[in-house]
């Protein structure tokens, strides 16, 4: 079963979970997390349920997937360091909340998940299972938020922050994609094209019954707000 011909899917690279998921995290404090994180470091910043966490880049450009919990209840967090793009979800396969891994395939330079359930594909931004036994469904989002960890404390200042402790040997005060993200390259193919933009500007979206709009970095960042109607 498949919705995207498994042709569109390329290798990455690493092999299935060759980029390990962290799936048993652990939190530090702020005051802890203050020893290793600068404020201008972007962290992912969960607020779900009355339980608040940050994830922050450094670690998930190691892992890319955090299948941790909130209560009895488990949250899929999921970074793309090729698209830049940090979404969270319910991980709800066939009625189970099952965990996640990176196949090691990449469909349009983004992360292509698997659940550990039925072995489908499901590539993140999509949130859809395209490839596999469970192809169709369709995962829940959770609001998720993109800031600067100086800011998210602020907030926050009893937010819990992944720890680097993560059972994997890896530099965490450095990234392995720094040339690629600030580069013109897209490097595994795309499977459209659109010149309006070019591929890797980081673009805010908004998609909502069926129409989307993409608003540029750069654009924002100019006027500060934008009322629009879609």
């Known amino acids: 079963k498949y919705i995207i011909h498994p042709s569109e899917i390329l290798s990455g690279g690493p092999p299935k979970d060759g980029i390990p998921s962290i799936d048993n995290p652990l939190f530090n404090s702020v005051q802890e997390a203050n020893e290793w994180l600068n404020d201008d470091d972007l962290i992912l910043g969960l607020n779900h349920n009355g339980v608040v966490k940050a994830y922050p880049h450094r670690i998930l450009n190691w892992h890319e997937i955090v299948n941790d919990k909130v209560g009895k209840d488990l949250v899929l967090i999921t970074y793309c360091p090729l698209c830049r793009t940090g979404i969270a979800f319910n991980p709800v396969v066939n009625g189970k909340q099952v965990e996640f891994g990176t196949s090691g395939k990449l469909f349009n330079s983004e992360l292509v998940m698997y659940d550990r359930l039925t072995d489908s594909y499901w590539p993140q931004t999509?949130?859809?299972?395209?490839?596999?036994?469970?192809?169709g469904q369709v995962l829940e989002k959770i609001p998720l938020d993109t800031v600067e960890w100086g800011n998210w404390k602020k907030t926050h200042p009893d937010t819990l922050v992944l720890s680097?402790?993560?059972?994997?040997?890896?530099?965490?005060?450095?990234?392995?994609?720094?040339?690629?993200?600030t580069s013109d390259e897209v490097g595994f193919g795309l499977t459209f094209t659109d010149t309006r933009l070019k591929p890797k500007v980081i673009v805010y979206g908004i998609a909502l019954n069926d129409k989307a709009k993409a608003y540029s970095e750069d654009v924002v960042n100019s006027v500060k707000l934008i009322n629009d109607e879609l």
Not at 126 to 135: E, F, N, Q, S
């Open 126 to 135: 999509l949130g859809k299972a395209v490839i596999g036994p469970a192809t």
């Open 164 to 181: 680097k402790k993560t059972g994997k040997l890896r530099n965490y005060d450095s990234s392995p994609y720094e040339y690629f993200q």
